[in-house]
């Protein structure tokens, strides 16, 4: 049987549309083997997730995908195979989910500015019990017709820059990655190309990210051509850090975003799956 990885994606427990049981349903239905739910700053929805999983005899690795403050970037860094019960972990993601409801509430009076009513009550209600992510505000935006689509939300509201963008004090990659392996896991830098670093940043990042014990690469995401795919191959090799695959699915609108349909791992990158 061949085997199909997804270590990155979604569920309502953040800004995924799947609850953790559907999403699961919904990998198994693609033919995923082994998957990895990462949700944003939350363990909430691994239990439910990894029930599923057991009940469909699929493999399942805890999962989390923390948002990092490093050199003022705001970087995403999954850690796989956590145990969700650390508690220096379930107090920092109590703590982020309080600052991103405090963000959320600035988020909405700057909207209000833009004559943009009722945006927190409507976060809040969509987001339930979940992580308050700006994919919400997106979707808001786009009920209330302001924009067309999420994407228009990002570019003319909630990008950087943009007039509901706040600031965010997340926690530094270093504390970041000591929660990671504290609880058992393995720290992975996800999708990153995206954070537009140039190479002499990519590599100071690369060699903070190795001295903190940061050990892993996202070297397949969705929608990464073979060029893209090599580079960051070349920086796992450079490194000697371990090459993960996910596909950061979050819903079902993009037929090139899906659970489980992502590239191949280069056969030269140490899969992550090795230390798991
Ligand atoms: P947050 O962590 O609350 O800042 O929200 C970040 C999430 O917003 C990301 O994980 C993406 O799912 C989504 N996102 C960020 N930028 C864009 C964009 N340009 N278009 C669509 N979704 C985006
Ligand atoms: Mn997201
Ligand atoms: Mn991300
Ligand atoms: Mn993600």
Known sequence: MTEIYDFHCHSTASDGTFTPQ??????????????????HDTVSGLEKAKQQAHDLGM?????????????????????LGIDPTYEPLVKITDYLQTL???????????LEKKQIFGA?????????????TRTHFADFLVSQHHVDTQQEAFDRYLAQGKPAFVATIWPELHEVINWITGAGGIAVIAHPLRYKLSANWMNRLLVDFK??????LEVITSRINQDEIRLVANYAKKYDLVGSVGSD??????????????????????PVWNLL
Request: glycine share 10%; with cysteine; proline share 2%.
């Open 211 to 216: 001295e903190s014990g940061g050990q892993g």
């Open 59 to 79: 493999q399942f690795i805890n999962g989390i995908e923390l948002s990092a403050n490093w050199q003022k970037h705001c970087l995403h860094i999954v850690g």
């Open 249 to 270: 699915f979050h819903n079902d609108t993009n037929p090139y975003v899906e659970l489980g349909r992502i590239a191949e791992l280069p056969a030269t990158v140490t």
């Open 120 to 132: 927190f009550d409507a976060v809040k209600l969509a987001a339930g019990e979940g992580m308050i």
């Open 22 to 39: 559907d999403l699961v349903l919904r990998a198994h239905e693609k033919g995923v083997t082994t998957l990895s739910l990462t949700d």
């Open 100 to 110: 991103r409801t405090e963000r959320a509430e600035k988020m909405s009076a700057k």
